[in-house]
């Protein structure tokens, strides 16, 4: 019989006659163990997919989510809008001709729903006044001429050591960096996450969907910045409460998922799920059932069902300003379209002019059509001279081609059912549209819950009559906001 032969016992190759230790070999199985276990891991995520009944599947053009993301040169001049947040705009507090710094607040918070706005460059204020915004109107804005020597480092910062705060020194904190929602809702993230202790939130749901066609800078977030988002969902659920948090994502980023999963704590405080790729995933109500299998009731706010939802851009921003005490003055958004020829994922600065912006990536010669968002619920803009806000996740550019069957012909409804086999509110849009060209605005209101849609466009994208029903639904919740039943 052959005595068993130990690591330990074989001889170096360099004839020394000395005994190689055996903490390498200990090491190298302790990380194959640990890769394995990795692999399992992920392997248990993609088997149980989260998903909701309904919605679609259109053609997702994720391209640039292999890109990584990159950094834009300052436009000569940026326009900062005072009112980027859901809220109270902002005080300015500089004066024309008035020197600042990158990272200075040059607008404070007015108020508790309300956010500062920090310069996003150093240089020179030019005016204070009426600008072009996205939504057609024209707001108060500050325009700074920049100073193209200087460089991109954030000049005004003050570090902070947050673990060391309690929880209204935290909130305060987060109020102080500018942050809001940048998924595109924009709501104060410090008011997000005072959540009263008697609602019993139990659950932060992390959202990394990203369903929206063509965008994928929270993917690249993901990927490129994992432990600022570790570190932003801590000081979240710190500041909320929540004992827990669930990073959901859809299934065609298995990179991100992969890279989260092997970031998270040893505890199990913080978990990923794996999502199916369908449109509207990322929406709160569609996204709190596919993970916690909880709905919320209509009327209600996710706290009603122990959940607080924030997107992962906004908490890998907090994750990385709220330690270092600056202001947010730049954000990640994804550059695309056939009108693009250089799409991809770029650090921004706020107050970019859309013109810049496309220049920058070739589009302004061919593009016909501007969306600030995704397709699906993003909006077109008529002037490129509108700026980069706080809540622009995209910008998407079509050239004339793609855009040449832009307006089909409105036939009127067949009756096909098409659009209540996709609805994710399980409303029914069609008897909605028809109410709608009767401009029963109340009547949809309280007799087919029109407040329930969330306009996420699954109904007017499998529409054979080309109604357009998410335009319609906006009209009538704007007619009954303006005339409330009493």
Same mark, same amino acid.
């Given at each position: 019989?052959?005595?068993?032969?130990?690591?330990?016992?074989l001889?170096?190759?360099?004839?020394? =006659? &000395?005994?190689?230790?055996?903490?390498?070999?200990? &090491?190298?199985?302790?990380?194959?163990?640990?890769? +394995?276990?990795?692999?399992? &891991? %992920?392997?248990?995520?993609?088997?149980?997919?989260?998903?909701?009944?309904?919605?679609?599947?259109?053609?997702?053009?994720?391209?640039?989510? !292999?890109?990584?993301?990159? +950094?834009?040169?300052?436009?000569?001049?940026?326009?900062?809008?005072?009112?980027?947040?859901?809220?109270?705009?902002?005080?300015?507090?500089?004066?024309?001709?008035?020197?600042?710094?990158?990272?200075?607040?040059?607008?404070?918070?007015?108020?508790?729903?309300?956010?500062?706005?920090?310069?996003?460059? *150093? =240089?020179?204020?030019?005016?204070?006044?009426?600008?072009?915004?996205?939504?057609?109107?024209?707001?108060?804005?500050?325009?700074?001429?920049?100073?193209?020597?200087?460089?991109?480092?954030? /000049?005004?910062?003050?570090?902070?050591?947050?673990?060391?705060? @309690?929880?209204?020194?935290?909130?305060?904190?987060?109020?102080?960096?500018?942050?809001?929602?940048?998924?595109?809702?924009?709501?104060?993230?410090? #008011?997000? %996450?005072?959540?009263?202790?008697?609602?019993?939130?139990?659950?932060?749901? #992390?959202n990394?969907?990203?369903?929206?066609?063509?965008? *994928?800078?929270?993917?690249?977030i993901?990927?490129?910045?994992?432990?600022?988002?570790?570190?932003?969902?801590?000081?979240?659920? /710190?500041?909320?409460?929540?004992?827990?948090?669930?990073?959901?994502?859809?299934? @065609?980023?298995?990179?991100?998922?992969?890279?989260?999963?092997?970031?998270?704590?040893?505890? =199990?405080?913080i978990?990923?799920?794996a999502?199916?790729?369908?449109?509207?995933?990322?929406?709160?109500?569609?996204?709190?059932?596919? %993970?916690? =299998? /909880?709905?919320?009731?209509?009327?209600?706010?996710?706290?009603?069902?122990?959940?607080?939802?924030?997107?992962?851009? *906004?908490?890998?921003?907090?994750?990385?300003?709220?330690?270092?005490?600056?202001?947010?003055?730049? +954000?990640?958004?994804?550059?695309?379209?056939?009108?693009?020829?250089?799409?991809?994922?770029?650090?921004?600065?706020?107050?970019?002019?859309?013109?810049?912006?496309?220049?920058?990536?070739?589009?302004?010669?061919?593009?016909?059509?501007?969306? %600030?968002?995704?397709?699906?619920?993003?909006?077109?803009?008529? !002037?490129?001279?509108?700026?980069?806000?706080?809540? *622009?996740?995209?910008v998407?550019?079509?050239?004339?081609?793609?855009?040449?069957?832009?307006?089909?012909?409105?036939?009127?409804?067949?009756g096909?059912?098409?659009?209540?086999?996709?609805?994710?509110?399980?409303?029914?849009?069609?008897?909605?549209?028809?109410?709608?060209?009767? +401009?029963?605005?109340?009547?949809?209101a309280?007799?087919?819950?029109?407040?329930? $849609?969330?306009?996420?466009?699954?109904?007017?994208?499998v $529409?054979?009559?080309?109604?357009?029903?998410?335009?319609?639904?906006?009209?009538?919740?704007?007619?009954?906001?303006?005339?409330?039943?009493?």
């Amino acid at each position: 019989m052959k005595a068993e032969v130990k690591l330990d016992d074989l001889p170096l190759q360099d004839g020394e =006659g &000395r005994k190689p230790s055996a903490a390498p070999a200990r &090491r190298e199985r302790a990380a194959h163990a640990g890769r +394995r276990s990795l692999l399992f &891991r %992920l392997a248990s995520l993609f088997r149980s997919k989260g998903t909701f009944a309904h919605g679609i599947h259109p053609a997702y053009h994720k391209e640039t989510g !292999s890109l990584p993301i990159r +950094r834009l040169p300052f436009a000569s001049h940026l326009v900062v809008p005072l009112a980027q947040h859901i809220g109270k705009p902002a005080l300015c507090c500089v004066n024309v001709g008035q020197e600042v710094s990158r990272g200075e607040v040059i607008a404070t918070a007015d108020g508790r729903i309300s956010l500062p706005v920090h310069a996003p460059a *150093t =240089g020179v204020v030019e005016a204070i006044g009426l600008m072009p915004a996205a939504s057609g109107k024209m707001e108060e804005c500050i325009t700074l001429r920049v100073y193209q020597a200087d460089g991109q480092e954030v /000049r005004v910062r003050k570090p902070r050591d947050v673990d060391a705060m @309690n929880r209204q020194e935290l909130l305060a904190a987060i109020q102080h960096t500018g942050l809001c929602g940048l998924g595109g809702a924009t709501f104060p993230a410090h #008011v997000k %996450l005072d959540v009263p202790a008697e609602m019993g939130i139990d659950t932060l749901v #992390v959202n990394g969907a990203e369903c929206e066609p063509f965008l *994928t800078c929270d993917h690249r977030i993901m990927v490129e910045r994992t432990q600022d988002l570790m570190r932003g969902i801590r000081y979240a659920m /710190r500041a909320s409460g929540a004992p827990r948090a669930i990073i959901g994502i859809e299934d @065609n980023k298995p990179d991100a998922i992969a890279a989260i999963a092997a970031a998270l704590p040893d505890d =199990g405080s913080i978990s990923v799920q794996a999502l199916e790729t369908k449109y509207p995933q990322g929406a709160e109500d569609t996204l709190i059932y596919a %993970l916690l =299998g /909880r709905e919320i009731p209509a009327g209600q706010r996710p706290a009603a069902v122990g959940a607080l939802v924030n997107n992962v851009m *906004t908490l890998a921003y907090l994750g990385r300003l709220l330690p270092a005490g600056e202001g947010l003055v730049e +954000r990640v958004l994804t550059v695309a379209g056939p009108a693009v020829e250089s799409p991809g994922n770029y650090i921004v600065p706020i107050g970019t002019p859309l013109r810049f912006l496309l220049e920058q990536v070739g589009a302004t010669s061919s593009a016909k059509e501007i969306i %600030l968002g995704g397709p699906m619920m993003g909006m077109t803009v008529s !002037s490129l001279d509108v700026p980069v806000t706080k809540g *622009t996740s995209g910008v998407l550019a079509f050239a004339a081609a793609a855009t040449a069957g832009e307006a089909p012909r409105v036939y009127p409804c067949i009756g096909c059912g098409e659009c209540v086999k996709v609805c994710p509110r399980f409303l029914n849009p069609a008897q909605l549209g028809l109410l709608s060209g009767k +401009r029963e605005y109340v009547e949809m209101a309280a007799q087919f819950n029109l407040d329930r $849609c969330f306009e996420c466009g699954c109904c007017s994208y499998v $529409c054979p009559s080309h109604i357009p029903l998410v335009q319609q639904f906006r009209v009538a919740k704007a007619y009954n906001r303006k005339n409330p039943v009493t």
